[in-house]
């Protein structure tokens, strides 16, 4: 099963998407993401959360 991931509905105006065979998968590359596009130093528990609802199977 792949899971997908939309930036733009957590981040309005961001239109990076991740499409990934985990949901692990995908927090591991927004991670990534958040830092390097959002400035993010530390994605908190707070944050995951909300990222996570935003995970959707593919
Ligand atoms: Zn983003």
Redesign the pocket.
């Known amino acids: 099963m792949k899971f997908k991931l939309a930036?733009?509905d957590a981040?309005p105006g961001?239109s990076?998407r991740f499409e990934e065979d985990s949901r692990e998968l995908i927090l591991a590359q927004v991670v990534v993401?958040?830092r390097e596009?959002?400035g993010v130093a530390e994605v908190g528990p707070d944050m995951l959360a909300a990222i996570g609802a935003n995970i959707h199977p593919a």
């Open positions: 930036c733009g981040v961001c990076a993401h958040a596009a959002h």
